[in-house]
């Protein structure tokens, strides 16, 4: 790790002191762009949606409200942006490319846009935020860190209530990072000040949107939650009692005075002002261990992003405590060692099918270890002595995986579901070449189980299902989170960005990858190619049996490939026979990845939008 980045992996785990990265720049400061010229007010009033024509709100609008399963790859000579869901927040993003921002200006300014239009149900102001940017100028790339920090005083981990257990406990809540994140992407990266960045979220909340049936139908779902406390009574349910439905309009007003009240304060407002201590109490109200000291300690990690090699191209993934791209990188790496892709592609041979899926479950072993799941000694025991549980990518390591599962010590097995992880996700080139990779969460059920929300922003409890993660990393500490956002190079040049959500998404973004970099195929192509799913494990979540099989979508796969891999032990099935075969998001296979991607290729740019949702690519 270069002597630019002042603090070791270790130290930066272990707490907030000697961080390099000081979130609170006062506002408007910029560390590495330069600034938009003009007056902040001239810019907040350029990118306001208030300026779209009538057509242009209409069509948009209309279109927000479309689920499809496919979507067209967009292209672009300029800038481009994907967002996973709520499409319209692309729309926002390329206002923002036009206007003269970079893709740090434009990501962060989508995903509020994204949070507002869920109603801070699956995705939230209080959540969390896991960056890979490329910085064009400087030719750098680097890891934003703003996941939950763990309380100080939470030092019973393993005794917060979980799910379902009829207690509303702020011992679920954490220390939140998605504004910290914001500001010190901004601020490092971008040209536009958080007034400008927070004008389109602030200005659908004040003005209102209109519900779609998959935000209506959990508010249905949640409903209780929904109705706990006076201050979300008041944000769901009209005058006479009863929740917004399909079709109505719902405005956020004191949601828009917040956003517009960070974009005056800075995120300052949210961990040293007024929200924080709004956010305490509340937390404290019902049992939780959150202080004024832990919100005033919260500090944004910028670090060197992890690397690996594979197929000729090189790929940085965000570093600890995030771990997605730990198991996407590792996996990408066994499959070129064992050269899977020598036997033709998974869909099309069985014995390549089976070999994939035995190389995807060391992607459950690598989780197993980030997450205290499998302990060093474990891994030694089932791997071999040589086996480094520190380093969980060297050649070693993945030579001695395939050696314990050709030899039969090891038979692949996936980890249990851990929960329904609720996430968007954002990729963006901007015209001078910068790329933002981006996935944000509540990392957990729709709104949580506690309902708590501090001047419009839901207050996740995330911790809820988390128990054995917290107690891992500790009190004080930041817990590990599987965002997976990936940035590849080619030559050292920029060549794809990705990001997923879903309980599918490491796999999905594997698929993908493997897809486009051993077998050549283009974004969309690799998109719409038959993937794996999470294996069958989330019905632990329901307590209904569930045996490990692979998951995959049977309509992109030959019956006939698939019967020959079961005939050789392959335990697979379609979604349709996992434990949860129906989404409630419109038809959406529940354990699939979803993917957005960006490409530089030709002398363009190319972006993907997401699969089923409302997502949309848009250029500048």
């Not at 075969?581 to 529940?590: E, N």
Request: with cysteine; aromatic share 10%.
């Amino acid at each position: 790790m270069s002597k630019e980045f002042e603090m070791s992996r270790r130290q930066y785990l272990a707490g907030t002191s000697g961080l390099v990265a000081a979130s609170f720049l006062p506002n408007g400061a910029r560390a590495g762009s330069k600034k938009i010229s003009g007056a902040s007010g001239d810019l907040q009033n350029m990118i306001s949606p208030a300026n779209w024509s009538a057509e242009e709100m209409k069509v948009r609008l209309a279109e927000n409200l479309k689920f499809s399963e496919f979507h067209d790859m967009v292209s672009s000579d300029g800038g481009i942006i994907s967002c996973s869901t709520n499409g319209i927040a692309s729309y926002c993003g390329a206002d923002i490319l036009r206007a003269g921002g970079t893709a740090a200006d434009a990501a962060a300014a989508a995903a509020m846009v994204q949070i507002v239009f869920a109603a801070g149900g699956y995705v939230s102001f209080a959540g969390i935020w896991g960056m890979v940017y490329y910085d064009a100028k400087s030719k750098k790339t680097y890891s934003i860190d703003a996941t939950y920090q763990i309380p100080k005083g939470e030092t019973d981990p393993m005794s917060i209530p979980g799910f379902g257990s009829g207690k509303h406990s702020g011992r679920t809540a954490m220390v939140p990072g998605f504004f910290a994140g914001v500001e010190e992407t901004i601020n490092r990266f971008g040209k536009m000040p958080m007034s400008a960045i927070v004008e389109p979220a602030a200005y659908f909340a004040e003005n209102g949107i209109e519900l779609n049936s998959e935000v209506a139908g959990a508010m249905e779902y949640r409903k209780d939650v929904l109705s706990r406390l006076p201050e979300t009574k008041e944000i769901f349910f009209k005058e006479n009692g009863n929740l917004y439905k399909t079709g109505e309009i719902f405005k956020q007003k004191a949601l828009a005075k917040t956003l517009r009240d960070v974009g005056k304060l800075g995120a300052e407002y949210l961990y040293k002002g007024a929200w924080a201590e709004k956010f305490v109490k509340a937390v404290q109200r019902d049992g939780g261990t959150i202080t004024m000291e832990d919100m005033l300690s919260y500090r944004t990690g910028v670090n060197e992003p992890q690397k690996v090699s594979a197929y000729g191209y090189d790929f940085y993934g965000a570093d600890a405590p995030i771990n997605g791209a730990d198991m996407i990188l590792a996996v990408l790496k066994l499959l070129q060692i064992d050269g899977t892709h020598k036997l033709g592609h998974y869909t099309e041979n069985a014995k390549a099918l089976k070999r994939f899926s035995q190389a995807l479950r060391y992607g459950d072993v690598v989780q197993g270890l980030t997450m205290g799941l499998m302990s060093p000694a474990q891994s030694k025991e089932i791997f071999g002595d040589d086996f480094d549980p520190q380093d969980i990518k060297s050649e070693r390591n993945l030579e001695l995986y395939w050696q314990a599962v050709d030899n039969g010590r090891y038979v692949p097995i996936s980890t249990p579901a851990s929960g329904t992880n609720h996430s968007d996700c954002i990729v963006c080139i901007d015209k001078e070449g910068n790329i933002a990779a981006l996935t944000h969460s509540i990392n957990t059920i729709h709104w949580g189980e506690t309902g708590i929300f501090v001047d419009g922003f839901s207050v996740p409890d995330s911790a809820a299902f988390q128990q054995g993660a917290l107690a891992v990393a500790g009190a004080g500490n930041r817990l590990p989170a599987p965002l997976p956002p990936i940035i590849s190079f080619k030559d050292g040049q920029p060549f794809t960005a990705t990001s997923a959500i879903g309980m599918g998404l490491i796999n999905k973004s594997i698929c993908v990858l493997y897809n486009i970099l051993a077998f050549g195929m283009d974004m969309e192509k690799a998109q719409n190619t038959g993937a794996f799913h999470l294996a069958d494990t989330a019905g632990a979540l329901f307590g209904k049996p569930s045996d490990g099989g692979d998951v995959i979508n049977k309509n992109y796969f030959d019956e006939k490939i698939l019967q020959e891999a079961r005939a050789m032990g392959l335990n697979i099935k379609d979604y349709r026979d996992a434990v949860l075969p129906v989404s409630h998001i419109l038809g959406a296979p529940p354990l699939e990845g979803f993917l957005v991607g960006a490409m530089r290729k030709d002398g363009k740019n190319h972006a993907i939008a997401s699969k089923w949702f409302n997502s949309v690519a848009a250029g500048e």
